[in-house]
């Protein structure tokens, strides 16, 4: 479940210049944070920002490119030998089944950025939320999307020579990046575009939930004193280990009563508690393997619902999003647990 990452694309951040600055002073040993914000409120809607990895490209050798204030952002990297690699990363209007004008003005404004600045490289990679679907197939009940919004994004790919990537691998497949969870619709309007030539080495195209949760306003913390992360409070073989040890320490506590001389009770409590820890950990170690098994076979289960083409779709469509709740949750789960494993370690 790990990955390595050169950079990723972020939308809806709601991050103003201040906030950026903040985050790159804080991380910026590991990582460096491009973005850019909505013109007249940019703490309540938009933001995409561009996030590199310091460890795999340098910051330095990039050149930022403002296309749509608030909804698209382009790096300019400089990669091995030299080369140049352009990502644009966007954050697309919504659409209606009625109405596609916000979402197709969007690319168009992207178009024209190009055409009113030839200098610039077009981008080799477009990735984002587009929040609309090319085929009826990228969404669950199936339906297309407003003609103005698809023929605005064809003219911009027919332009920069994209395509999609995922769809070009898997022509037929069902997958998707967003589920509505008031609805059970599902969609795969999270997408990433290249270029022919990037897409001749580019493999292992995957839609995966992400294990991260954002929560605003929460408060900063610390790694704080070790504890048995509650993952492991809750398993069953330590509370049946901790019942056994609790036994026999009582046992000699009960001793000490009838001899003093034969047991030390700080000694026998201090024993108890460093076997409960070292077992914590090891259950702890056990345990988040589980999480990669159980997660596949949903998974699994996920792509059988969603390949039986002959069945009901609405069936289909609730069987889906129920088994894709289940996927991030457990993907949330196993992200916690690492990541207070990781705390435990430090």
């Not at 985050?23 to 809607?45: A, E, M």
């Not at 048995?228 to 398993?235: H, Q, R, S, T």
Request: net charge positive; with cysteine.
């Amino acid at each position: 479940m790990t990955r390595k990452l050169v950079f990723f694309a972020l939308q809806e951040t709601h991050l103003t210049e201040d906030r950026v600055d903040l985050i790159n002073r804080h991380y910026g040993h590991k990582i460096h944070v491009f973005g850019t914000h909505d013109p007249t409120n940019p703490t309540g809607r938009g933001g995409v920002a561009i996030v590199l990895n310091k460890e795999l490209v340098a910051p330095e050798r990039t050149t930022v490119y403002e296309i749509v204030p608030g909804r698209a952002i382009m790096l300019q990297v400089t990669v091995h030998k030299g080369d140049k690699l352009n990502i644009l990363a966007v954050y697309a209007p919504n659409v209606t089944d009625s109405d596609g004008s916000a979402n197709a003005e969007f690319w168009q404004k992207i178009n024209k950025y190009f055409e009113d600045h030839p200098r610039i490289a077009k981008p080799d990679i477009m990735l984002g939320d587009c929040n609309m679907v090319e085929q009826s197939i990228d969404r669950l009940p199936s339906h297309g999307d407003p003609d103005d919004a698809n023929n605005a994004l064809d003219n911009l790919k027919r332009s920069t020579q994209l395509k999609d990537g995922w769809r070009t691998t898997f022509p037929d497949k069902l997958s998707f990046t967003f589920s509505q969870v008031a609805t059970g619709s599902q969609s795969r309007i999270d997408r990433i575009y290249a270029t022919e030539s990037i897409l001749e080495t580019a493999k292992e195209w995957k839609i995966c939930t992400s294990g991260m949760i954002t929560t605003e306003n929460a408060p900063m913390t610390d790694k704080g004193r070790w504890r048995i992360p509650e993952y492991v409070v809750k398993d069953k073989d330590l509370l049946e280990y901790a019942r056994q040890q609790g036994i026999t320490a009582k046992k000699e506590l009960e001793e000490t009563l009838i001899n003093p001389q034969s047991h030390s009770p700080q000694k026998i409590w201090y024993e108890f508690k460093m076997k409960l820890v070292q077992k914590a950990r090891e259950r702890a170690r056990q345990i988040i393997p589980g999480y990669i098994r159980k997660i596949n076979e949903k998974q699994l289960e996920l792509d059988r619902v969603l390949d039986d083409v002959l069945g009901p779709e609405a069936e289909r469509a609730k069987q889906a999003a129920k088994l894709q709740a289940e996927i991030s949750q457990l993907v949330q789960s196993h992200y916690r647990h690492r990541q207070q494993d990781r705390k435990n370690k430090a």
